[in-house]
């Protein structure tokens, strides 16, 4: 019940916004706060509880839809709850950030609230029917943030991303139906259909399953070539939309991979393991190099997910590939793909944070039309500087942690695509020293058309949110235990589930 809480705690609260007529600006605003703060607290307590030796736990199951065996089933392992502390860590996050709203924060709030309970909702779904309700409405809510809080050609933008993440999850609906056609049990139901893998015996429909699934997938995720619609959803998202969906939403696609392909079709993933690898290799090297073209820092971060999301990618695909390779390094790759997604959330998240301070006071993200930050925004400086040391893996941050986990795990079953996506550390290395450059030396420079001072440095209910962003990736750096205690465990289960 702890769980289900949790869950729609979130919408819960959004309706009663709604209803309330005549609140005042504030009020909106500070129930989204103090909501994610008693999320992050309930969600700390299942953690302090929760056994890893316990495999899944606060599970909650009721029938739905009897005729195909759908229900209510939720509950969390340690694949999953570090994902609904990141939800709530990143909500919490943008709550704070979004403090002074001032288009329509009733609105802006409820609907904040109404995606964190449809993420929430994905990750903790034990249930193929309930894991698509929430993903699709995770699309529906995406779209409204960046159609009505958004900037420059945010309609287009915002239709796009519906467009092109809808289309990927009616694939991802194919796949479910053709994973309930193939189970003996005829169920939707995750954890049978996990115990009794479908289409075990079927080769060509257990791959034409897989891909369906990995095309649904890879699109939200969004992995080479499914990537066109991230830099517009982005560029023209306000910031704390691009934090949350850079920071959660692109993990459910991710998470989708090790919590649904992977475990249910672990015959097609061995088979295709190393096509996998390809994708994420692709996705590290082209991502990198097309972020290291951009003019412009927002795109520029946008087009670094798909390189993180692709070393996530080469982790998984490592995982599946059984032959000459030993169960430990599979582990490691899996358990630093988990916490690259953890990773990524927290940095990612702080520097889309950070871009919308460059909007805010200039309202513009192009490098060109800045300079001299380092002078003028010490505060703003010093954050931008340790997200993107972060995000380039430096050691004593997360980043490091997840990817070296990944490239060890990965090297032994992968080498040549391990060495090659190795290169891609390299660029975004390159990419992100130019961007501080940019933004922070030389003469100072300032567009000079936002709504805010120019000269303001990032103001307290800014600074709140992006340090603690960065402060947890600092923990996770120097002291990763609490979270691999957690990880690593699932990712020995996963690990045998798809070797057999």
Do not use: C
Not at 224 to 235: C, G, I, K, Q, V
Not at 252 to 262: D, H
Not at 263 to 272: I, K, S, Y
Not at 330 to 342: E, F, L, N, P
């Amino acid at each position: 019940m702890l769980l289900t809480v949790v869950v729609l705690l979130p919408v819960v609260v959004a309706l009663g916004l709604l209803v309330l007529p005549g609140t005042a600006r504030r009020l909106p605003l500070g129930a989204w706060v103090a909501t994610s703060v008693v999320e992050l607290v309930l969600v700390g307590w299942m953690w302090w509880r929760y056994d890893p030796a316990d495999g899944i736990a606060f599970e909650l199951r009721t029938t739905w839809i009897p005729t195909v065996d759908a229900g209510y089933h939720v509950g969390v392992d340690g694949l999953s709850l570090p994902l609904l502390a990141l939800t709530n860590v990143l909500f919490l996050a943008a709550a704070v950030w979004s403090w002074r709203e001032p288009n329509r924060p009733r609105s802006y709030a409820a609907l904040f609230l109404f995606l964190q309970t449809t993420v929430l909702g994905t990750f903790a779904a034990l249930d193929l029917i309930l894991f698509f309700v929430f993903f699709d409405l995770s699309i529906v809510g995406m779209y409204f943030v960046i159609a009505g809080w958004g900037h420059g050609d945010r309609q287009r933008s915002a239709l796009k991303f519906f467009l092109y993440t809808f289309l990927g999850s009616l694939a991802l609906l194919v796949g479910f139906i053709g994973l309930f056609l193939g189970s003996p049990d005829r169920t939707f139901d995750m954890v049978r259909l996990t115990e009794s893998p479908p289409l075990q015996d079927s080769p060509v429909a257990g791959s034409l399953v897989l891909l369906a699934i990995v095309v649904g997938l890879a699109v939200k995720t969004p992995t080479f070539p499914f990537h066109t619609w991230l830099p517009d959803a982005h560029t023209d998202a306000p910031a704390a939309g691009s934090a949350i969906l850079a920071g959660v939403l692109l993990k459910l696609g991710t998470y989708g991979f090790a919590r649904i392909a992977m475990p249910m079709l672990p015959g097609a993933w061995q088979r295709w393991a190393m096509v996998i690898v390809v994708l994420g290799v692709v996705s590290v090297v082209w991502g990198a190099l097309v972020a290291l073209a951009q003019t412009d820092a927002k795109r520029m971060i946008a087009y670094t997910s798909v390189n993180h999301m692709g070393y996530v990618l080469l982790g998984l695909g490592a995982a599946g590939l059984v032959a000459g390779t030993d169960p430990a390094a599979r582990q490691v790759a899996t358990s630093g793909a988990v916490v690259q997604m953890v990773s990524h959330g927290l940095i990612t998240g702080a520097l889309f944070l950070l871009t919308g301070y460059l909007w805010r006071r200039g309202g513009s993200y192009a490098f060109d039309r800045w300079g001299g930050l380092a002078g003028t925004a010490p505060r703003f400086s010093a954050l931008f500087a340790v997200a993107a040391f972060g995000s380039l893996g430096l050691p004593g941050l997360s980043g490091f942690i997840a990817e070296f986990q990944i490239f060890t795990g990965a090297l032994q079953a992968a080498p040549v695509a391990t060495v090659v996506a190795v290169t891609g550390i390299l660029v975004t290395a390159g990419l992100f020293l130019r961007a501080i450059r940019r933004l922070l030396a030389g003469a100072p420079a300032v567009p000079a058309t936002g709504d805010v001072p120019e000269t303001d440095d990032v103001r307290a209910h800014e600074l709140a949110p992006v340090a603690g962003l960065l402060a947890l990736s600092v923990l996770i750096g120097l002291v990763p235990g609490p979270l691999l205690d957690v990880v690593e465990p699932a990712a020995v289960t996963l690990v045998e589930l798809v070797s057999r």
